[in-house]
């Protein structure tokens, strides 16, 4: 055999040995590439030739290689967005940063400022939707709260908003929240809206501050004088109805007195009628009996005396 025949011969072999290792390889990266893992919080969307396919459940799958492209999406994790501020780490004691005021700064009702924080919790509910039917759905889920809370914290007063209105205003941004992103098909659950601060600016706290010790002291000294009107008042009253009451049973006491007497006066008057004489004598010795025992010292002359200087110890 010539060198020219070995060389071919040995060309051919590499040839052979070369094909055969590329069809091993091509096979090695069709088998690599025709498997893919979908983790448990997620789904898979399969995309095929860019048009949506089908979406799989947490676990290994086929797929046909370098035809199928595969999107994970989490639909079991609870997603949140914090607005005004940003969580910069978690933990026992957090860390904030709060320089996003432009977030939060919003108008009122009644025409004043005030500073919204809050987070909204959501869910992926449809991955394809959440996909492919709005660019950016998260950017976009932002922009709908912003507009969705200012709408409502403008339909409110500015107290109310600070005060007795914050539950309200979590629902109803809630729902608002909720049919808007229905409307947008953008795939999103609204979960919850926690507000978290509600205050007036920077620029203006310490006026409000002042503005609110103001409102607690008046709310205390009311509350003061309404304890003082009802401790001092119920008393008075009392006092005024036991004076009235004395009175009353003092004008019962004499009117009741006056008309004994004159019932007495008259049944004497009566009897003085029938009898003067008689009647003149007992009441003359009846009064005669009520003033003797008073006296301390009684002389007893005879009608016929001269005078009563003989009967006196003129040596005392």
Sequence with gaps: MTSTEEITKNIKLNAGKFIKGFIVFLVLLLLMNGFYMVQAENVGVILRFGKYAKTTTPGLHIKVPFIDKVYQ????????????????????TSQYSRNYNSESIMLTGDLNVVGVEWIVQYRIGDPYKYLFKVRNSRLTLRDMNEAVMREVVGDRAFNEVLTVGR???????????????????????????????????????????????????KEKLINQARADYNRIIPKAKGEALQTIQKAEGYASERVNGAKGDVARFIAVFEEYEKAPDITRQRIYLETMNQVMPKMKKKFII???????????????
């Design 73 to 92: 999406v989490a639909v079991e994790r609870q997603l949140k967005e914090e607005f005004g501020f940003r969580t910069l780490r978690a933990g026992v």
């Design 167 to 217: 539950q309200e205003i979590t629902q109803t941004a809630e729902i608002k929240l909720q049919k808007l992103c229905d409307e947008y098909e953008n795939g999103i659950r609204i979960k919850q809206i926690v507000l978290q601060n509600v205050n007036p600016p920077d620029a203006v706290k310490a006026s409000f501050n002042e503005v609110n010790q103001a409102q607690q002291d």
């Design 302 to 316: 005879d009608e016929q005396s001269s005078g009563v200087l003989p009967l006196l110890n003129l040596d005392k």
